[in-house]
């Protein structure tokens, strides 16, 4: 998890008494248990995603609901005992420092260690006034902290971020980077930024090592335009959500051909589909997404979908309307 190069200035940095600041963007232990012989992996019973593994409380647990089982030693489906822990998260990467520099004082900040009131500011007033060597962290590093004593940042897997289902996430990608690596060299002495990923080549990467700003926004902006994203468009996303499998298609059914029937002027209509994590506290979800400028005719044609769909009398079902959603899941 840590490379030669960051392990080195690590290094140097305990040995001149500077701090710090590891970014992992993913809690946990593990994030999925598998079975090495048939391939099944532990899932949520209310949810469908994989269960992450919470080493310290040796539990597994569900970022979405909060279901918690004990760990797998045998598989439920082969009774096999080749059950193995994939993935990391801030914890392992807390046991990876632990080992390599056992000296070293460090304190963790993710959503495990803030759910105390205050324990979010009780954790930086530590790490700043008692000259902790490093801290590990999610988001919750990122914005807006200042550290004088802090001259180094590792960004432990970049490119995690690029692969989500969401426009904005080489948008997303550049601004974390730039954001957790302002953290570094704030006063006198000057920073050094690691940044450990698999896609040194993609321009969000690339500029954000630059912290190169325009040039991402020109780069971005001109991708956005061809494939018509916003600000060229608005997106509506259609969140269909169930406590019944069974009526859902039908449900986005009526309601796709309720709108794609009005040929609307460019107005791109998508078929319904399921949602990335298309079961949330069992609760079945899909979604469908309009493409177009929103005006007072496309908000119309909406509603009246959604009231012919009311007729039908779905008890189970509801329906969300999101306007640029600020996530798409």
């Known amino acids: 998890m840590i490379s030669e190069e960051l392990q080195d200035l690590m290094e140097k940095n305990l040995k001149n008494k500077k701090q710090t600041i590891l970014f992992l963007n993913r809690r946990g232990y593990s994030t999925f248990v598998m079975c090495r012989d048939c391939g099944y992996t532990v899932k949520c019973p209310n949810c469908d995603i994989t ?31 080749r059950i193995k822990y994939f993935g990391s998260g801030t914890q392992k990467l807390e046991d990876e420092v632990k080992k390599i520099f056992p000296e070293a004082t460090t304190i963790r900040m993710d959503i495990d260690t803030v759910t105390k009131k205050n324990a979010h500011e009780e954790i930086l007033s530590k790490f700043k006034e008692e000259n902790i060597d490093i801290l590990i962290g999610t988001q919750m590093v990122v914005k807006g ?53 698999y896609n040194p080549d993609n321009y969000a990467i690339e500029l954000s090592k630059k912290q190169d700003y325009e040039s991402f926004y020109s780069s971005e902006i001109e991708l956005r335009k061809r494939l018509n994203y916003p600000p060229f ?14 009526e859902l ?31 949330i506290k069992n609760t079945y979800r899909w979604r469908m997404i309009i493409k177009c400028k929103l005006d007072k005719n496309v908000i119309r044609i909406i509603s009246m979908a959604i009231k012919e769909c009311e007729k039908y009398k779905f008890s189970n079902t509801s329906i969300i309307v999101d306007i640029n959603p600020t996530s798409m899941n």
């Open 249 to 279: 298609p039908k449900i986005c059914d009526i309601l796709y051909k309720n709108i794609a029937k009005i040929n609307y002027k460019n107005m791109n209509v998508y078929k319904p589909i399921p949602a990335p994590i298309d079961k």
């Open 145 to 197: 902290h200042h550290f004088p004593n802090v001259t180094l940042v590792g960004v432990i897997a970049a490119d995690m971020s690029l692969g989500i289902d969401d426009y904005r996430a080489v948008e997303r990608t550049f601004q974390t980077i730039t954001q957790v690596a302002g953290r570094a060299g704030r006063e006198n002495e000057k920073g050094n930024v690691i940044v450990q990923t």
């Open 51 to 81: 269960l992450t593994y919470h080493i310290y409380e040796n539990k597994l647990k569900c970022h979405y609901c909060g279901h918690e089982e004990a760990p797998k030693k045998v598989c439920p489906e082969c009774n096999s005992e």
């Open 233 to 246: 468009c608005d997106i509506i996303c259609l969140r269909v959500n169930s406590k019944s499998e069974n």
